[in-house]
């Protein structure tokens, strides 16, 4: 297992909507196929066509955006009865759409709905970066959950966490820039919500989340490989 909770061979370790997967996969090619159907279906697809559709039928802007957040919020639904449990980054996709849908409804105004995605990704970023001041950083827990404490491949996580000051220098670095990361895309997403119509600052926001995803998932296995080599070749010169 490597610093960034993929295994040796380089597989990434999965991604999710707004931010970095905190869930088991789902075994079998079979059941990762379905959850990327899934994704593709409720976080992206469904919501744009509902607007389209919403519009076309005479409701107004922020009526439209509302109720074409309801299909994330179906799709997070779907995970709490498949994982009889509500992760912190399904709550805060929750979270994000009853604020959003609340301060449109309030306002009126479709750009306060639009950040509604924001509002997950820069708390996750925030607790990403606030937790390198903790024992151990969030990428870190996230990949040793991934993995399962109680497996082989965990309990060797746990040891060379205890163990290789290394490996624990990989995991913070890896925390900060996904942290990093994901409050540009927040901020990024704020920007374009005021400089974009509402449609295109729609289709942008759902597409963002996983170029961003997939850019820093690029970045960790590249970034583990580099320093795994580069620490192999220090062991054989040594």
Same mark, same amino acid.
Not at 19 to 48: F, N, W
Not at 147 to 175: C, D, N, Y
Not at 186 to 199: C, H, K, M, P, Q
């Given at each position: 297992?490597?610093?960034?909770?993929q295994?040796?061979d380089?597989?990434?370790?999965?991604t999710?909507?707004?931010s970095?997967a905190?869930?088991?996969?789902p075994?079998?090619?079979?059941?990762?196929l379905r959850?990327?159907i899934? *994704?593709?279906?409720l976080d992206v697809?469904?919501p744009?066509l509902?607007y389209r559709?919403?519009?076309?039928?005479?409701l107004?802007?922020?009526?439209?955006l509302i109720?074409s957040?309801?299909?994330?919020?179906?799709?997070v639904i *779907?995970?709490?009865i498949?994982?009889?449990?509500?992760?912190?980054v399904?709550?805060?996709?929750?979270?994000g759409i009853?604020?959003g849908s609340?301060?449109?409804l309030v306002?009126?105004n479709?750009r306060?709905?639009?950040?509604?995605?924001s509002?997950?990704?820069g708390i996750?970023?925030?607790?990403?970066?606030?937790?390198l001041?903790?024992?151990r950083?969030?990428?870190y827990?996230?990949?040793?959950?991934?993995?399962?404490?109680?497996?082989?491949?965990g309990?060797?996580?746990?040891?060379l966490?205890s163990?290789?000051?290394?490996f624990r220098?990989?995991?913070?670095?890896?925390?900060?820039v996904?942290?990093?990361?994901?409050?540009?895309?927040?901020a990024l997403?704020?920007? *374009?919500?005021?400089?974009?119509?509402?449609?295109?600052?729609?289709?942008?926001?759902?597409?963002?989340?996983?170029?961003?995803?997939?850019?820093?998932?690029?970045w960790?296995?590249?970034y583990?490989?580099?320093?795994r080599?580069?620490?192999?070749?220090?062991t054989q010169?040594?």
């Amino acid at each position: 297992m490597s610093e960034d909770g993929q295994r040796p061979d380089g597989d990434p370790a999965p991604t999710g909507n707004s931010s970095p997967a905190e869930k088991p996969a789902p075994s079998g090619r079979g059941g990762q196929l379905r959850s990327v159907i899934k *994704i593709a279906l409720l976080d992206v697809a469904a919501p744009l066509l509902a607007y389209r559709l919403f519009k076309s039928a005479g409701l107004s802007t922020v009526s439209a955006l509302i109720l074409s957040g309801v299909f994330p919020a179906i799709g997070v639904i *779907i995970d709490v009865i498949q994982h009889r449990r509500l992760d912190a980054v399904g709550a805060l996709v929750l979270a994000g759409i009853i604020a959003g849908s609340i301060v449109g409804l309030v306002s009126g105004n479709p750009r306060l709905v639009l950040p509604e995605g924001s509002v997950p990704t820069g708390i996750f970023g925030l607790v990403a970066l606030g937790s390198l001041l903790t024992a151990r950083p969030l990428m870190y827990r996230i990949a040793l959950e991934f993995t399962g404490p109680g497996s082989a491949q965990g309990q060797e996580m746990t040891g060379l966490w205890s163990k290789h000051h290394e490996f624990r220098h990989l995991f913070r670095v890896i925390t900060a820039v996904w942290g990093a990361g994901f409050l540009v895309e927040a901020a990024l997403r704020v920007v *374009i919500v005021e400089n974009t119509s509402t449609g295109t600052a729609l289709a942008i926001s759902k597409v963002m989340p996983f170029v961003v995803a997939g850019i820093l998932a690029a970045w960790t296995a590249a970034y583990g490989t580099y320093q795994r080599r580069k620490n192999e070749g220090r062991t054989q010169t040594g």
